[in-house]
């Protein structure tokens, strides 16, 4: 079994930064691609940014590119989210999940095996 824990959430005024952190642990060897979902009140679950195994690419939403930033410790099931320029409709519980098959698309939350338990965002305005 993989566990997965985010932290870093938090509140933050619009315009300011947060990073996430992310931890994929629980079988030796493996590594994931990452990504990063987000899910505001009322709303569906979201992509937000996706890491390939072996950080050769990145992808991200429409909505965050250029402020968002998703980044891994070398070798390692460790993933970062830099997040800067936040906006209010940013804000959401923030979900990282790990990708067991690493040729999966990145952008449907079904294509991942697991999940950790979500780190709050608020921004204000």
């Known amino acids: 079994q993989v566990q997965v824990v985010e932290s870093g959430g938090g509140l933050v005024q619009a315009g300011g930064s947060l990073r996430l952190s992310c931890a994929a642990s629980?079988?030796?060897?493996?590594?994931?691609?990452m990504g990063w979902f987000r899910q505001a009140p009322g709303k569906e679950r979201e992509f937000v940014a996706h890491?390939?195994?072996?950080?050769?690419?990145?992808y991200y939403a429409d909505s965050v590119r250029g402020r968002f930033t998703i980044s891994r410790e070398t070798g390692k099931n460790t993933v970062y989210l830099q997040m800067n320029s936040l906006k209010p409709e940013d804000a959401a519980v923030y979900y990282c999940a790990a990708q067991v098959y690493n040729g999966a698309y990145y952008g449907s939350s079904t294509s991942y095996d697991y999940w950790g338990q979500g780190t709050q965002v608020t921004v204000s305005s």
């Open positions: 629980g079988r030796p060897g493996g590594r994931y691609s």
């Open positions: 890491i390939t195994w072996n950080s050769a690419s990145t």
